[in-house]
């Protein structure tokens, strides 16, 4: 359907329908009219923009995907890029912005009222990845002496510039936080319109500090369940907001970095379509060099038995059956273990309950795995009891690598490493050793 759309639209542009264009802008959701502009080029979709209001404008932009707007910032006429970046939420221009070169981004903010320009500097002070550099500084604020009449009436002239009035932070007369009235209390006291937002508010406020990190911050509005977090400096004085949409975006962020951590790739800077070939092997060839070192030590300790299993060859045939055995079960309880650290789950202090139940968990899954390969074992194995080589190792090298899963990355965070990025590596390599190691000395054991 959009598709089927872009002939009319190009059109109209073509015969500068001014009337028609506007009506497009404003008939459907923003949303929408932007999905319908998804096939034209950057100029014609600054065209079409032009005909919308400054407000309804930024709305429409919001929705293009991230790429086409720094195109439009960075290609566009820079008045009308400053009218545009004026009506963006200050922490979305700073984010856009900073895919600018500087000397553009100078010349767009020369051209923006100095109250936004003051809000977007001071956003761009702020390190990627804290709150500050996340927040937006339109926030409902009023002072605590207010009545709720006047409060209504203040609210009234500031909703048109907020992102969201879900709540009403009260603030003393030097911008200290005090408390918070949720709009639904300030709605429901509308037949007492003479008490004050002191005597109205909530005084135990949930709120981050400006320099905390944008994944606490996550977890802190998760885990209050509340739409917006305010934002406070050490001296509590009000900054701003970070409301569920940012977080949304952080999680998402988050949960995409630890996933590529648990795969072994250094968290990308961008999406993989733009990141570069060299700085994408890079990531990944890392990690994989040391893995591919600790599969050698594999293999130089299979050369130290080669002679013994020249001897009993169908031992060999077993061989990936328990390396992947220890390995499988060990990235399964590494990666529960990481999930559960990063959501709070479990703590440092815990580690006594982890390994009792990983203990438990092994000898059952070890057991269970370890029956299956004795019933293969004696289709290949000479005797009876010498198959019972085969469910042996399997059970200690489960056990061993259930236990190393969810030790590691317990050690690693105790270390202040990252235990996404460092313990599937390391569970990897020393599963495979002690695999083989396990492996050949129940085998001794048995055969001699």
Same mark, same amino acid.
């Given at each position: 359907m959009?598709?089927?759309?872009? #002939?009319?639209?190009?059109?109209?542009?073509?015969?500068?329908?001014?009337?028609?264009?506007?009506?497009?802008c404003?008939?459907?959701?923003?949303?929408?009219?932007?999905?319908?502009?998804?096939?034209?080029?950057?100029?014609?979709?600054?065209?079409?923009?032009?005909?919308?209001?400054?407000?309804?404008?930024?709305?429409?932009?919001?929705?293009?995907?991230?790429?086409?707007?720094?195109?439009?910032?960075?290609?566009?006429?820079?008045?009308?890029?400053?009218?545009?970046?004026?009506?963006?939420?200050?922490?979305?221009?700073?984010?856009?912005?900073?895919?600018?070169?500087?000397?553009?981004?100078?010349?767009?903010?020369?051209?923006? #009222?100095?109250?936004?320009?003051?809000?977007?500097?001071?956003?761009q002070?702020?390190?990627?990845?804290?709150?500050?550099?996340?927040?937006?500084?339109?926030?409902?604020?009023?002072?605590?002496?207010?009545?709720?009449?006047?409060?209504?009436?203040?609210?009234?002239?500031?909703a048109?510039?907020?992102?969201?009035?879900?709540?009403?932070?009260?603030?003393?007369?030097?911008?200290?936080?005090?408390?918070?009235?949720?709009?639904? =209390?300030?709605?429901?006291?509308?037949?007492?319109?003479?008490?004050?937002?002191?005597?109205?508010?909530?005084?135990?406020?949930?709120?981050?500090?400006?320099?905390?990190?944008?994944?606490?911050?996550?977890?802190?509005?998760?885990?209050?369940?509340?739409?917006?977090?305010?934002?406070?400096?050490?001296?509590?004085?009000?900054?701003?907001?970070?409301?569920?949409?940012?977080?949304?975006?952080?999680?998402?962020e988050?949960?995409?970095?630890?996933?590529?951590?648990?795969?072994?790739?250094?968290?990308?800077?961008?999406?993989? =379509?733009?990141? #570069?070939?060299?700085?994408?092997?890079?990531?990944?060839?890392?990690?994989?060099?040391?893995?591919?070192?600790?599969?050698?030590?594999?293999?130089?300790?299979?050369?130290?038995?080669?002679?013994?299993?020249?001897?009993?060859?169908?031992?060999?045939?077993?061989?990936?059956?328990?390396?992947?055995?220890?390995?499988?079960?060990?990235?399964?309880s590494?990666?529960?273990i990481?999930?559960?650290?990063?959501?709070?789950?479990?703590?440092?202090?815990?580690?006594?309950?982890?390994?009792?139940?990983?203990?438990?968990?092994?000898?059952?899954l070890?057991?269970?795995?370890?029956?299956m390969?004795?019933?293969?074992?004696? =289709?290949?194995? #000479?005797?009876p009891?010498?198959?019972? =080589?085969?469910?042996?190792?399997?059970?200690?090298?489960?056990?061993?690598?259930?236990?190393?899963?969810?030790?590691?990355?317990?050690?690693?965070?105790?270390?202040?490493?990252?235990?996404?990025?460092?313990?599937?590596?390391?569970?990897?390599?020393?599963?495979?050793?002690?695999?083989?190691?396990?492996?050949?000395?129940?085998?001794?054991?048995?055969?001699?």
């Amino acid at each position: 359907m959009t598709t089927l759309f872009l #002939p009319e639209l190009r059109e109209m542009l073509a015969e500068d329908r001014t009337d028609e264009l506007r009506e497009f802008c404003t008939a459907l959701h923003p949303a929408r009219t932007a999905e319908f502009m998804e096939g034209l080029d950057v100029e014609e979709t600054w065209r079409v923009l032009q005909h919308a209001q400054p407000t309804l404008q930024a709305e429409i932009f919001q929705y293009f995907d991230w790429d086409r707007q720094v195109e439009i910032l960075a290609t566009q006429d820079e008045k009308q890029v400053a009218v545009l970046v004026t009506q963006l939420p200050a922490d979305d221009a700073v984010d856009l912005l900073r895919k600018l070169p500087e000397s553009r981004v100078d010349s767009v903010l020369a051209l923006v #009222p100095a109250p936004d320009r003051r809000d977007i500097r001071r956003l761009q002070t702020f390190p990627e990845g804290t709150a500050g550099a996340l927040m937006t500084t339109e926030v409902a604020c009023l002072s605590e002496t207010l009545t709720v009449r006047q409060a209504l009436e203040a609210l009234s002239r500031q909703a048109e510039r907020l992102e969201t009035i879900y709540y009403i932070y009260v603030v003393d007369d030097t911008n200290h936080l005090r408390g918070v009235v949720s709009g639904r =209390i300030l709605i429901s006291a509308i037949g007492r319109p003479d008490t004050k937002l002191a005597d109205l508010m909530k005084r135990d406020v949930v709120c981050v500090k400006v320099h905390d990190d944008q994944e606490s911050v996550a977890q802190k509005v998760a885990f209050y369940n509340i739409l917006a977090v305010p934002v406070v400096d050490e001296h509590n004085h009000m900054m701003g907001i970070i409301t569920h949409d940012d977080v949304i975006d952080v999680v998402r962020e988050e949960a995409a970095e630890d996933v590529q951590r648990i795969v072994a790739v250094e968290p990308l800077n961008d999406s993989y =379509i733009r990141t #570069p070939i060299l700085t994408l092997s890079w990531k990944r060839g890392f990690w994989l060099l040391i893995l591919f070192f600790a599969a050698l030590s594999t293999a130089f300790a299979l050369q130290l038995y080669q002679d013994w299993l020249n001897t009993y060859g169908w031992l060999v045939l077993f061989i990936p059956l328990v390396i992947s055995s220890g390995g499988n079960s060990g990235s399964q309880s590494s990666t529960l273990i990481i999930s559960a650290l990063a959501t709070k789950d479990i703590e440092l202090s815990d580690w006594w309950i982890i390994v009792r139940r990983e203990i438990i968990m092994g000898l059952i899954l070890g057991g269970t795995m370890g029956t299956m390969g004795y019933l293969c074992a004696l =289709i290949l194995a #000479p005797t009876p009891f010498a198959a019972l =080589i085969i469910p042996l190792t399997i059970l200690c090298v489960v056990l061993c690598g259930t236990c190393m899963g969810s030790m590691l990355p317990l050690l690693f965070k105790r270390m202040g490493l990252d235990p996404a990025m460092m313990s599937n590596q390391f569970v990897a390599g020393l599963s495979d050793l002690l695999g083989i190691l396990i492996y050949v000395n129940v085998a001794l054991l048995f055969l001699r």
